[in-house]
């Protein structure tokens, strides 16, 4: 998993409010269990017009946006189901960091297990960012996990909370697997005392 320590984008707004992962990744693109390839079905049925062609109004499609890494959204994001593949679809499509008022638990928690980080801002600080997502490439978010701020185009900060664990997992690129292969040698040294047991 990619370390995230700081990122600096052009913010994307989505001020929709009740963003569920159906809407994130619709459930004809979740026979695959490759985490791979799904960016291009990222929000598609609001990406895309029913002959297959762009929307121009949704904002990913702006030119301004399409390269965004950090979604400023509406309130309870990601709710509905808890499918995998929600996240999956951010991050293949560049999302790296989501920032909203409130998220549905299984879909904050997967973010966390795929290298995004959800940042929850108070409503006011929302609309600050919004704000500032709204003037398009004139403006960009700097996000700094160590600090745990967010700096806005004009020198403006807000902060957040995170849980301490989580931030060391995001910081240090560790996914589960990660987790466990820090702690091999102390696997190892149990593995060889059972042996040693074993044979005593």
Known sequence: MQ???????TPA???????????????????????TGLGTALFSEMRYKEDGSENPDFVL????YRKSEILVAGDNFGCGSSRE?????LL????????STSFADIFYNNCFKNGI?????????LEKLF????????????????????????????TFDIDPF???????????????????????AFEDKLKQRAWA
């Open 61 to 64: 499609n702006q030119p301004a």
């Open 131 to 158: 704000d500032d997502a709204e003037r398009g490439s004139n403006a960009t978010l700097t996000v700094d996990l160590e600090k745990q701020e967010i700096k806005g185009p004009d020198g403006g900060t807000v």
């Open 166 to 188: 989580r931030k060391h997992c995001l910081m240090n690129g560790l996914d589960d697997i990660g987790l466990t292969m820090e702690k091999a040698p102390k696997i190892a």
């Open 13 to 35: 707004p989505l001020k929709v409010i009740n963003v569920d992962t159906d809407m994130i990744i619709p459930k004809q693109y979740l026979k695959t269990i490759k985490r």
């Open 85 to 89: 593949h929600a996240p999956w679809a």
């Open 3 to 9: 370390p995230f320590t700081t990122l600096t984008s």
């Open 92 to 99: 293949d499509f560049g999302i790296r960091c989501v920032i």
């Open 117 to 125: 980080l959800p940042i929850v801002v108070s409503p006011e600080d």
